[in-house]
């Protein structure tokens, strides 16, 4: 079974930057939206950013300016570049697929911010 594999995680100062990826193990036809979600402790997992096949893009406003997704379509990859970083951005990051039969979704990253 396709799986969705998350690597980049880990720890860093306020004002740090770290990069998120994200790939398919095997094929997956037809991606529509791939992107990101977080939970951070004692919060409910929230939006992110997301990506189209055509590359338009869209940012939960707390992350607006300082993160970017991209996408890489012949790796069925996506990416997260954070910079600025927050220690209220600390959470478990989790990346996304949409496929027109199934949505896949990693297995999460961990993200700490430390102030």
């Known amino acids: 079974q396709v799986q969705l594999v998350e690597s980049g995680g880990g720890l860093v100062q306020a004002g740090g930057s770290l990069r998120l990826s994200c790939a398919a193990s095997g094929s997956i036809f037809g991606i529509n939206d791939m992107g990101w979600y977080r939970q951070r402790p004692g919060k409910r997992r929230e939006f992110v950013a997301s990506?189209?096949?055509?590359?338009?893009?869209n940012y939960a406003d707390s992350v607006k300016g300082r993160f970017t997704i991209s996408r890489d379509n012949a790796k069925n990859a996506v990416y997260l570049q954070m910079n600025s970083l927050k220690p209220e951005d600390t959470a478990v990051y989790y990346c996304?697929?949409?496929?027109?039969?199934?949505?896949?979704w990693g297995q999460g990253t961990q993200v700490t911010v430390s102030s």
């Open positions: 990506i189209t096949s055509n590359d338009y893009t």
């Open positions: 996304y697929a949409n496929a027109p039969s199934y949505d896949y």
